[in-house]
């Protein structure tokens, strides 16, 4: 069995936001970052769309695909994310959002 590489990203993050003690890099609460981080409806769907498309490719597996699925909040939107997401798991899933983006730009560029 793979291991969940996004499950193992949280954790990683997990960690780096916990050593930063409640301070950001910029000076600003941790905790603001939240803000930062909310999702409008059209990234919503592109990010459910593109772990759906990940998935069936075989680009990430399928407990990985569920891990994003339900961050993400499932087929209800949040703007803010699902009540109680972690810092870390909306960085880790936004982190892999753009690494798969970018491979998509890549496959399409050798074409």
């Not at 603001?32 to 680009?59: C, P, R, T, W």
């Amino acid at each position: 069995m793979m291991a969940n590489r996004i499950a193992d990203l949280i954790g990683r993050y997990e960690t780096r936001i916990e050593k930063l003690n409640g301070v950001g890099l910029n000076g600003r609460p941790v905790e603001s970052l939240h803000e930062d981080m909310k999702l409008s409806m059209y990234e919503f769907v592109q990010f459910q769309n593109m772990q759906a498309s990940a998935h069936a490719q075989g680009i990430i597996s399928t407990d990985e695909a569920q891990t994003i699925y339900i961050a993400l909040g499932g087929e209800e939107y949040h703007p803010d994310w699902p009540e109680g997401t972690s810092l870390a798991t909306k960085t880790a899933i936004t982190q892999t959002m753009m690494e798969l983006i970018e491979r998509r730009i890549k496959a399409q560029g050798q074409r």
